[in-house]
């Protein structure tokens, strides 16, 4: 991915308030930073945020946690964010952090537009990879939910079998989401995809908790 240099990126990451810079001492109690007890959805990989935005402005009564490597995309996620949105903050991560900054507090997680790593070598990199679901086995509160979305198809079949392998029910697939269903929210991604008439992958699967199992 060619990423284009945001000059006053600093300036914007040190001056934001919904930027979490100190995000491993919340480990565990993530919903005193938020002041309730909502759930927590968070989106790895949230590129430049309309999606996590705009769920948030959407669903005041959820709290949203977007999370990106990239400083630069997320300078520029940050300048998107309207004043008052009171349920929404951000991460400077690496998603293989995320059970260092989480513990049995998540209540969903989006996979939209994740990096492929296309070649086999690379596979366990994948954000749907067994080393990924097991990472999300410590943050999840209960029920396991993951929703993707993806414009590779190879990403996609190797997902089903990924989230099956490992205890996932698919609830929701799609291999043309916009056909069957075209979603409320969209990503900025998505959006350049679509005006192309490209199908785009959809899958919402669910684990149940051992707890809950019984």
């Given at each position: 991915?060619?990423?284009?240099?945001?000059?006053?990126?600093?300036?914007?990451?040190?001056?934001?308030?919904?930027?979490?810079?100190?995000?491993?001492?919340?480990?565990?109690?993530?919903?005193?930073?938020?002041?309730?007890?909502?759930?927590?959805?968070?989106?790895?990989?949230?590129?430049?945020?309309?999606?996590?935005?705009?769920?948030?402005?959407?669903?005041?009564?959820?709290?949203?946690?977007?999370?990106?490597?990239?400083?630069?995309?997320?300078?520029?996620?940050?300048?998107?964010?309207?004043?008052?949105?009171?349920?929404?903050?951000?991460?400077?991560?690496?998603?293989?952090?995320?059970?260092?900054?989480?513990?049995?507090?998540?209540?969903?997680?989006?996979?939209?537009?994740?990096?492929?790593?296309?070649?086999?070598?690379?596979?366990?990199?994948?954000?749907?990879?067994?080393?990924?679901?097991?990472?999300?086995?410590?943050?999840?509160?209960?029920?396991?939910?993951?929703?993707?979305?993806?414009?590779?198809?190879?990403?996609?079949t190797y997902s089903l079998v990924?989230?099956?392998?490992?205890?996932?029910?698919?609830?929701?697939?799609?291999f043309d989401f916009h056909q069957?269903?075209?979603?409320?929210?969209?990503?900025?991604?998505?959006?350049?995809?679509?005006?192309?008439?490209?199908?785009?992958?959809?899958v919402e699967c669910i684990k149940?908790?051992?707890?809950?199992?019984?």
């Amino acid at each position: 991915m060619r990423l284009r240099n945001v000059k006053n990126k600093e300036e914007i990451m040190n001056n934001s308030s919904y930027l979490v810079k100190n995000y491993f001492d919340y480990k565990g109690k993530w919903n005193e930073l938020f002041g309730n007890d909502n759930p927590i959805y968070i989106e790895i990989g949230m590129g430049k945020g309309k999606f996590i935005i705009e769920n948030a402005k959407m669903y005041p009564d959820i709290n949203f946690i977007g999370i990106e490597k990239y400083d630069s995309v997320i300078a520029k996620s940050l300048q998107k964010i309207p004043e008052g949105l009171n349920n929404l903050v951000m991460i400077r991560a690496d998603a293989l952090d995320i059970d260092d900054i989480f513990s049995k507090e998540i209540d969903r997680i989006y996979l939209n537009f994740s990096d492929p790593w296309p070649k086999n070598r690379h596979h366990l990199r994948r954000l749907s990879s067994k080393v990924f679901l097991e990472k999300y086995e410590s943050i999840f509160k209960g029920v396991r939910e993951i929703h993707m979305r993806t414009d590779n198809r190879d990403l996609y079949t190797y997902s089903l079998v990924s989230f099956s392998e490992n205890g996932y029910i698919l609830k929701k697939i799609s291999f043309d989401f916009h056909q069957d269903d075209m979603p409320l929210i969209t990503t900025e991604y998505e959006d350049r995809f679509s005006k192309d008439n490209l199908p785009i992958y959809y899958v919402e699967c669910i684990k149940e908790s051992v707890q809950n199992s019984k």
